[in-house]
């Protein structure tokens, strides 16, 4: 029996802020560890499902069901209560965590609505990385939430609709070229997933159209490195690089984006290109909310040691995207310990080794440190291209793509979310794709402030006003 603590009746309260990779495996294990009549365990968490991320692209590129990859997170997490709601900040002296929710359930002092905890997990991610470029938060989208990728499906939709009906004159032609024209910039594994697999969905929708075909889709892909997918090394960035320029696709490297407005961008290398297409996918920054902890941090992610507890604060362990964890399985250069780099690959791992330590600081069982060696990553590019590197060996064209497949439905938790995922590839496979435009998510939510930080937003919900 543990001694009294902040949660219902007394008993010991862990709340997890973060419902996504490292959350969710985090809580699936410590309910197991830890006894419901001694532990509450609270998540907040803005929505109500695990979004797993590495298939946006094909939801965005119209190929999977936005459902089916949100778990939901009520069935699969019995015995965890649930609270919807925007952690905004942490305060470690009084151990409460302060809440953005739009129906304030008022637990602290002068109706602030915070919750007290005895042990606090923080694994809520990562934002997409912003720059202080002119027009970009109010022009740009990202593709890091389902919003995002459900307005980018549509919008795509429309851009070709509206260029088909453009007037055959020479303000309507310069019209239709504006909107047949996408650019995305950066040429991580989002930015080139989803150009090389949005174009490919176009070319199977182009009957849609009477006098637009994909191939008047005009679409450059910038970046300011040297390669493409370059986690994934040389040689399948090499290849990922040559699948897009054969279909067409105008690859910019060295290049990025200086100011970006409603109609146009202007790139680095000196062109204005005229659009109302703009995808930013130029990696992430760790999630703001670990700054109001006020502990060591090391480029944003909060700094842990190998257990994964935050050093300077008893209590409190972080994991994921907003952690820098310490890489045991690096060799020593001389130069202190390599962070392990935000993929969903370690988050869940992480999660789960958090889980028994928690655990193991109420006195079950013993803390373990961190360690797990790269299994390497998978990149989509649409029809039977793909590139990947399992354990460092180099694939690419139809074994790529069946091992990406592989993986994700390996991935995916819950069996349900397999199925269907597995499903829409099968129905991809032998059905023209959906083609209708549900106009579900407004412009305004999809911009990255709302989509990812909640501005703008009640809990990841439209704001009544328009
Ligand atoms: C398009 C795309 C493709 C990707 N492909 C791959 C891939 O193929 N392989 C791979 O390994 N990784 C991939 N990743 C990276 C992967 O998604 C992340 O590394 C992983 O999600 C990190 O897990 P996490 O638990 O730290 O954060 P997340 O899974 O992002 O979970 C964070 C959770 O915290 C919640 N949250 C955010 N702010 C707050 C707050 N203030 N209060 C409370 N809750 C909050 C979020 O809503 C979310 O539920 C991809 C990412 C993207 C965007």
């Given at each position: 029996?543990?001694?009294?603590?902040?949660?219902?009746?007394?008993?010991?309260r862990?709340?997890?802020?973060?419902?996504?990779?490292?959350?969710?495996?985090?809580?699936?294990?410590?309910?197991?560890?830890?006894?419901?009549?001694d532990?509450?365990?609270?998540?907040?968490?803005?929505?109500?499902?695990?979004?797993?991320t590495?298939?946006?692209?094909?939801v965005?590129?119209?190929t999977?069901?936005?459902?089916?990859?949100?778990?939901?997170?009520?069935?699969?997490?019995?015995?965890?209560?649930?609270?919807?709601?925007?952690?905004?900040?942490?305060?470690?002296?009084?151990?409460?965590?302060?809440?953005?929710r739009?129906?304030?359930?008022?637990?602290?002092?002068?109706?602030?609505?915070?919750?007290r905890?005895?042990?606090?997990?923080l694994?809520?991610?990562?934002?997409?990385?912003?720059?202080?470029?002119?027009?970009?938060?109010?022009?740009?989208?990202?593709?890091?939430?389902?919003?995002?990728?459900v307005?980018?499906r549509?919008?795509?939709?429309?851009?070709?609709?509206?260029?088909?009906?453009?007037p055959?004159?020479?303000?309507?032609?310069?019209?239709?070229?504006r909107?047949?024209?996408?650019?995305?910039?950066g040429?991580?594994?989002?930015g080139?997933?989803?150009v090389?697999?949005?174009?490919l969905?176009?070319?199977?929708l182009?009957g849609?159209?009477d006098r637009?075909?994909?191939?008047?889709?005009?679409?450059?892909?910038?970046?300011?490195?040297?390669?493409?997918?370059?986690?994934?090394?040389?040689?399948?960035?090499?290849?990922?690089?040559?699948?897009?320029?054969?279909?067409g696709?105008?690859?910019?490297?060295?290049?990025?984006?200086?100011?970006?407005?409603?109609d146009?961008?202007?790139?680095?290398?000196g062109t204005?290109?005229?659009?109302?297409?703009?995808?930013w996918?130029?990696g992430?920054?760790?999630?703001?909310?670990?700054?109001?902890?006020?502990?060591?941090?090391d480029?944003?992610?909060?700094?842990?040691?190998?257990?994964?507890?935050?050093?300077s604060?008893?209590?409190?362990w972080?994991?994921?995207?907003?952690?820098?964890?310490?890489?045991?399985t690096?060799?020593?250069?001389?130069a202190?310990?390599?962070?392990?780099?935000?993929?969903?690959?370690?988050?869940?791992?992480?999660?789960?080794?958090?889980?028994?330590?928690?655990a193991?600081?109420y006195g079950?069982?013993?803390?373990?440190?961190?360690?797990?060696?790269?299994?390497?990553?998978?990149?989509d590019?649409?029809?039977?291209?793909?590139?990947?590197r399992?354990?460092?060996?180099?694939?690419?064209?139809?074994?790529?793509k069946?091992?990406?497949r592989?993986?994700h439905?390996?991935?995916?938790?819950?069996?349900?979310?397999?199925?269907r995922?597995?499903?829409?590839?099968?129905?991809g496979?032998?059905?023209?794709p959906?083609?209708?435009?549900?106009?579900?998510?407004?412009?305004?939510?999809?911009?990255?402030?709302?989509?990812?930080l909640?501005?703008?937003?009640?809990?990841g919900?439209r704001?009544?006003?328009?």
């Amino acid at each position: 029996m543990h001694q009294a603590g902040s949660g219902t009746d007394g008993r010991q309260r862990v709340v997890v802020v973060g419902g996504g990779f490292a959350g969710y495996h985090a809580l699936r294990r410590l309910r197991r560890l830890l006894p419901e009549r001694d532990t509450e365990l609270v998540l907040v968490t803005p929505n109500d499902y695990l979004l797993y991320t590495p298939l946006l692209p094909e939801v965005a590129a119209g190929t999977i069901e936005p459902r089916h990859i949100a778990i939901a997170l009520r069935p699969a997490l019995p015995g965890v209560r649930l609270v919807l709601a925007r952690a905004v900040a942490v305060d470690t002296g009084r151990r409460t965590v302060a809440l953005d929710r739009p129906v304030a359930a008022a637990e602290g002092p002068e109706g602030r609505d915070e919750l007290r905890w005895d042990r606090l997990v923080l694994v809520p991610g990562s934002v997409t990385r912003q720059f202080p470029i002119s027009g970009l938060s109010e022009n740009a989208h990202a593709l890091k939430t389902l919003v995002e990728a459900v307005y980018l499906r549509d919008h795509l939709l429309v851009q070709l609709d509206l260029a088909d009906a453009c007037p055959q004159t020479a303000a309507g032609d310069r019209e239709r070229r504006r909107l047949l024209t996408v650019v995305a910039v950066g040429a991580g594994y989002t930015g080139t997933e989803y150009v090389a697999q949005a174009q490919l969905w176009l070319r199977r929708l182009e009957g849609r159209w009477d006098r637009t075909k994909s191939d008047d889709v005009r679409w450059i892909l910038a970046d300011l490195a040297p390669a493409v997918l370059p986690e994934l090394g040389g040689r399948l960035g090499r290849y990922a690089l040559d699948v897009l320029r054969r279909r067409g696709v105008d690859v910019r490297l060295g290049t990025t984006v200086s100011s970006v407005g409603p109609d146009s961008v202007a790139l680095t290398d000196g062109t204005v290109v005229e659009t109302r297409t703009v995808i930013w996918g130029a990696g992430v920054a760790p999630n703001p909310l670990v700054g109001t902890v006020g502990a060591p941090l090391d480029r944003g992610r909060l700094v842990v040691d190998a257990t994964l507890r935050v050093p300077s604060v008893p209590g409190v362990w972080a994991a994921g995207d907003a952690a820098a964890v310490p890489d045991l399985t690096a060799r020593p250069a001389g130069a202190g310990p390599t962070m392990l780099p935000p993929t969903a690959q370690h988050a869940q791992r992480q999660g789960r080794i958090l889980a028994r330590n928690v655990a193991a600081s109420y006195g079950k069982g013993r803390p373990r440190a961190y360690r797990h060696r790269d299994l390497g990553l998978v990149a989509d590019l649409g029809g039977t291209a793909a590139v990947a590197r399992p354990l460092g060996v180099p694939l690419t064209g139809r074994p790529a793509k069946a091992l990406a497949r592989a993986y994700h439905l390996y991935a995916l938790p819950e069996a349900s979310s397999r199925l269907r995922v597995l499903t829409d590839w099968a129905l991809g496979a032998v059905l023209a794709p959906q083609e209708a435009q549900l106009g579900l998510a407004a412009r305004r939510d999809a911009l990255i402030p709302a989509a990812q930080l909640g501005a703008g937003t009640v809990d990841g919900q439209r704001a009544a006003s328009p």
